[in-house]
């Protein structure tokens, strides 16, 4: 054995104080070289290691597999997608507005009735001097005369004649013939006389009834132009009226079928945000688990060193004594870019459902950031 001190010896030998030779020793074996009562070790240095020989925490351990959040967002994605494959706008729009239409119904066409048509006006025509009218007034004349010449000329023409005793002769059947010619006479005359005055009035009377037919024919079609342009006027207002009606209805139509389309869309909106926020979250969840997996690892792998790292610290004790230290284990720390990569995946989350793909983008910024700081 050398000197105390440490230095080499005559024969080129290193050696070591007792002590440290006697703990070396014990810690290598868990001898009983310290002597009773001495503060040995508790486990050699040689158990330790003999346990850690294939106990390795990795030996157990396996990278996370995703697959099942990957086959989680791919189903939600493929049922968006299902989803808009179903959607056909047009039929769609087409679809909603006879929807609208049967709930709303369709317009009832005002209808109001034509003023019905007044009678004609009918004037009698004034009735002609007929024949018989005549006939009568010439008989009436004629039995005029008759009387006449019955009660007074004939009378006096035969007190004449009786006066120059010619009763009964030739004179005096002269005389009567001559009397009744003349009785004739002035019957066919006036007979004439009203026939000749009977077709003057009655072409007086035509004439007056042509005026007539007239005047009541203007006064019959204006009064029918007059009734005919109120129903048209009134044909053309409802008509107006039912117009309009039938152009709200169909705004209403349109309307509805606006608002149908627009809780469509809300709805699809509605999974597309879904399918995003479950894409986003088993991203998160991804990476999370990763996280946990490596830091579960690293854990097991500082648990399983540990008892060697104590011995780390007493062989520097040790060697200190020799003018030599070795170098400390250097600590498992989490991954830096695990825990960047998992704030932005976080905060991209949070900003996209804020505020769209801008917030995402800010929300990544922001979680990288927040990511790092706390990795440090």
Known sequence: ??????????????????????????????????????????????????????????????????????????????????????????????????????????????????????????????????????????????????????????????????????????????????????????VSRHSSALRVTAALKNADIGMANMGKDVQVGIANLGKDSEIAIVNMKKDVQVGEINTKSMTDYVRLYFAGADILLKSTIQNIAFEESYARIMIEGNRIKIVALKEENDVNNTIGEEDALWDLGVFQAGANLLAGAGGGVAGSKTSNKPNVAMSVLGGAMSGAAAGGTVAGPYGAAVGAVLGAAMGLMSSM
């Open 1 to 186: 054995m050398g000197s105390s001190g440490g230095g080499g010896g005559s024969s080129g030998q290193v050696a070591y104080p007792a002590y440290l030779s006697g703990i070396q020793s014990d810690w290598l074996s868990k001898g009983d070289e310290m002597g009773v009562g001495a503060d040995e070790i508790e486990k050699s240095i040689t158990a330790v290691m003999n346990s850690a020989l294939g106990s390795s925490p990795w030996l157990g351990a396996s990278a996370y597999d995703p697959s099942g959040p990957i086959a989680s967002y791919e189903a939600a994605v493929d049922m968006f997608a299902a989803m808009l494959a179903g959607v056909d706008f047009p039929s769609l729009w087409e679809s909603f507005f006879t929807t609208a239409k049967t709930v709303t119904g369709e317009p009832t066409d005002l209808v109001i009735a034509d003023i019905a048509a007044i009678g004609d006006l009918v004037v009698t025509d004034a009735a002609d001097i007929t024949d018989a009218e005549i006939v009568l007034d010439v008989t009436a004349f004629a039995n005029q005369l008759d009387d006449e010449i019955l009660t007074r000329v004939l009378p006096r023409f035969r007190r004449g004649m009786q006066d120059i005793n010619a009763v009964v002769s030739s004179s005096f059947a002269i005389g009567e013939s001559n009397i009744e010619g003349f009785r004739n006479r002035d």
